[in-house]
């Protein structure tokens, strides 16, 4: 008799266990990272006849396998996505035909050709300068723009940095808590490992990880290499000052000790922070990079030629443009005495190429290497050229001592006219009155294929909007793609984790009969232990 009641109460509780799960997956079927539970039941084992059902675990329905590629996937989603977002901004404005440097620089030719018909005419003189202020000021307001484009993408980067380093140590503590509680209950803490895989998976979408189960018990994380989460705690990330670049803030990782190692930007390819990382050393540099070529083009080109004529007082012409200067920065490691004084070649313009150049010295020689390519010339003496710029060392090198050279740096920036009188404009070549001559020349410069030989100041803009138009319509397609693949990997994780509605309120149902089913059996052994008493009696 005693053995109905046992195991009709049993039933009851599994029967409510059963109930509540289903109960709790319904109530969290909008919430983010929970995982479908369910009732694992096993027969009780009693001795001297049959036991009842016990509650053998509320188990979680996860798939680490495929988790593991969703995170992936939205991780490589979140870079693209991050990488477009900031690019779409840059091809906005290249993209706009009224904006755009293409118009003002078809002005300021035109008011060349102008002149070149009056070359005495005040007021053709007059508009020239004008339309040479208003190009020089539209390439200041792009770099200008592109330069806070950088600002902000670093501040967003250090946000990001910040943010990994909080889900770091927040999942460090899960490892704790969750290790603490198995070995006290010796269950499953489900609400624990949930709250410890949407950590993954949000921290997957700021950067590239890989998790790794060690002792069935503790996530261990690495992130480019370095290990962010491991069995001695939770490791940082900092946004430092590059040592071979301090104009560049660059992710490095915190090593015990407090030592900060830069981390290599190319194993940073996932997640928020890998799309920023590739959009700043890639398309914003690119970018960068060709406008400044173009400036300097520009400049040192109109200056060669209009050096080469006499204003309205017969005094030869002067520089038009101002620009900047290539520069050379020390890596802050070195320890040798060592610096790089740079120039731009007298004749090597056609030699300029938006890029810049590593300069290491190894075995007794300097090793260059073309930064946009990674093209390496190597040279024996302390001065050498390469890229349209004169290098002379002077101080000592030591072994493994670099330098970067920025032959660009800053030329759309500085761009400047020079003169501010009309007159100083140096239209003639020493003709007298009416000479045009170099006027026209200044004029013919238009088409002339100036930039690295073979292309003009209209093709290098125009390369420019399309290498930015193309890497954004390939952004937005690898992107579409990719949330295409992120959408049929949630689909399949779902169909494990996810909770169905319909399929809960099945098992709700199911439960509830099991109850009623065990309360009869209970009902039915209390009834037969009235009618033996009833007996006795």
């Given at each position: 008799?005693?053995?109905?009641?046992?195991?009709?109460?049993?039933?009851?509780?599994?029967?409510?266990?059963?109930?509540?799960?289903?109960?709790?997956?319904?109530?969290?079927?909008?919430?983010?990272?929970?995982?479908?539970?369910?009732?694992?039941?096993?027969?009780?084992?009693?001795?001297?006849?049959?036991?009842?059902?016990?509650?053998?675990?509320?188990?979680?329905?996860?798939?680490?396998?495929?988790?593991?590629?969703?995170?992936?996937?939205?991780?490589?989603?979140?870079?693209?996505?991050?990488?477009?977002?900031?690019?779409?901004?840059?091809?906005?404005?290249?993209?706009?035909?009224?904006?755009?440097?293409?118009?003002?620089?078809?002005?300021?030719?035109?008011?060349?050709?102008?002149?070149?018909?009056?070359?005495?005419?005040?007021?053709?003189?007059?508009?020239?300068?004008?339309?040479?202020?208003?190009?020089?000021?539209?390439?200041?307001?792009?770099?200008?723009?592109?330069?806070?484009?950088?600002?902000?993408?670093?501040?967003?980067?250090?946000?990001?940095?910040?943010?990994?380093?909080?889900?770091?140590?927040?999942?460090?503590?899960?490892?704790?808590?969750?290790?603490?509680?198995?070995?006290?209950?010796?269950?499953?803490?489900?609400?624990?490992?949930?709250?410890?895989?949407?950590?993954?998976?949000?921290?997957?979408?700021?950067?590239?990880?890989?998790?790794?189960?060690?002792?069935?018990?503790?996530?261990n994380i690495t992130a480019a290499g370095q290990p962010l989460v491991d069995a001695t705690g939770a490791h940082?990330?900092?946004?430092?000052?590059?040592?071979?670049?301090?104009?560049?803030?660059?992710?490095?990782?915190?090593?015990?000790?407090?030592?900060?190692?830069?981390?290599?930007?190319?194993?940073?390819?996932?997640?928020?922070?890998?799309?920023?990382?590739?959009?700043?050393?890639?398309?914003?540099?690119?970018?960068?990079?060709?406008?400044?070529?173009?400036?300097?083009?520009?400049?040192?080109?109109?200056?060669?030629?209009?050096?080469?004529?006499?204003?309205?007082?017969?005094?030869?012409?002067?520089?038009?443009?101002?620009?900047?200067?290539?520069?050379?920065?020390?890596?802050?490691?070195?320890?040798?005495?060592?610096?790089?004084?740079?120039?731009?070649?007298?004749?090597?313009?056609?030699?300029?190429?938006?890029?810049?150049?590593?300069?290491?010295?190894?075995?007794?020689?300097?090793?260059?290497?073309?930064?946009?390519?990674?093209?390496?010339?190597?040279?024996?003496?302390?001065?050498?050229?390469?890229?349209?710029?004169?290098?002379?060392?002077?101080?000592?090198?030591?072994?493994?001592?670099?330098?970067?050279?920025?032959?660009?740096?800053?030329?759309?920036?500085?761009?400047?006219?020079?003169?501010?009188?009309?007159?100083?404009?140096?239209?003639?070549?020493?003709?007298?009155?009416?000479?045009?001559?170099?006027?026209?020349?200044?004029?013919?410069?238009?088409?002339?294929?100036?930039?690295?030989?073979?292309?003009?100041?209209?093709?290098?803009?125009?390369?420019?909007?399309?290498?930015?138009?193309?890497?954004?319509?390939?952004?937005?397609?690898?992107?579409?793609?990719?949330?295409?693949?992120?959408?049929?990997?949630?689909?399949?994780?779902?169909?494990?984790?996810?909770?169905?509605?319909?399929?809960?309120?099945?098992?709700?149902?199911?439960?509830?009969?099991?109850?009623?089913?065990?309360?009869?059996?209970?009902?039915?052994?209390?009834?037969?232990?009235?009618?033996?008493?009833?007996?006795?009696?």
């Open positions: 008799m005693s053995s109905l009641f046992g195991i009709g109460y049993s039933g009851l509780s599994a029967a409510q266990s059963g109930m509540s799960t289903a109960s709790n997956n319904i109530a969290n079927v909008n919430t983010p990272g929970y995982t479908r539970q369910s009732l694992r039941l096993e027969q009780s084992a009693q001795s001297g006849g049959q036991g009842g059902v016990g509650v053998g675990a509320v188990q979680r329905n996860y798939q680490q396998y495929l988790s593991g590629q969703l995170n992936d996937a939205r991780s490589t989603a979140s870079a693209l996505d991050s990488h477009l977002g900031q690019l779409s901004q840059i091809n906005n404005l290249l993209g706009d035909g009224d904006a755009g440097l293409a118009p003002l620089m078809q002005q300021f030719f035109a008011g060349l050709q102008t002149l070149a018909g009056s070359p005495d005419d005040a007021a053709a003189r007059e508009s020239l300068l004008g339309d040479a202020n208003s190009m020089a000021a539209q390439f200041q307001t792009f770099a200008g723009y592109l330069d806070d484009m950088g600002r902000s993408v670093a501040t967003q980067m250090e946000g990001a940095v910040g943010q990994v380093n909080n889900y770091a140590e927040q999942i460090d503590r899960l490892n704790e808590q969750i290790t603490l509680a198995r070995g006290r209950t010796g269950a499953e803490p489900n609400t624990l490992l949930d709250k410890r895989d949407q950590l993954v998976s949000e921290l997957g979408q700021l950067i590239n990880i890989d998790v790794a189960i060690q002792d069935g018990n503790t996530y940082s990330l900092a946004l430092v000052r590059s040592a071979g670049d301090p104009t560049r803030r660059v992710i490095a990782y915190e090593a015990p000790g407090g030592a900060r190692r830069e981390l290599d930007a190319s194993q940073i390819s996932g997640g928020s922070l890998g799309g920023l990382v590739a959009f700043r050393d890639g398309s914003l540099e690119s970018a960068t990079l060709s406008l400044d070529q173009l400036a300097h083009d520009l400049a040192d080109k109109i200056n060669d030629v209009h050096g080469q004529g006499t204003d309205l007082a017969g005094n030869p012409g002067t520089a038009l443009f101002e620009t900047a200067r290539p520069i050379s920065l020390d890596n802050a490691r070195n320890t040798g005495t060592a610096t790089l004084q740079v120039a731009f070649s007298d004749d090597g313009m056609a030699d300029i190429a938006a890029s810049n150049y590593r300069v290491a010295y190894e075995n007794g020689q300097y090793s260059v290497t073309r930064v946009s390519d990674g093209q390496r010339t190597r040279f024996g003496s302390d001065s050498f050229s390469i890229g349209g710029v004169d290098i002379a060392v002077e101080g000592t090198p030591n072994e493994g001592d670099s330098f970067l050279i920025k032959p660009l740096a800053g030329a759309a920036a500085a761009l400047n006219v020079s003169i501010t009188d009309p007159a100083q404009i140096a239209a003639a070549q020493g003709g007298g009155s009416g000479d045009n001559r170099n006027a026209q020349a200044l004029a013919d410069l238009q088409n002339a294929k100036t930039v690295e030989g073979n292309r003009s100041f209209n093709s290098q803009y125009a390369q420019l909007v399309s290498d930015i138009g193309n890497r954004t319509r390939t952004l937005q397609v690898n992107g579409e793609a990719q949330q295409t693949l992120t959408g049929e990997l949630e689909n399949a994780q779902q169909s494990i984790s996810g909770v169905n509605l319909d399929e809960e309120r099945v098992n709700l149902l199911y439960y509830q009969q099991m109850y009623q089913a065990n309360a009869k059996v209970i009902e039915t052994a209390a009834s037969l232990f009235d009618t033996l008493l009833g007996i006795r009696a």
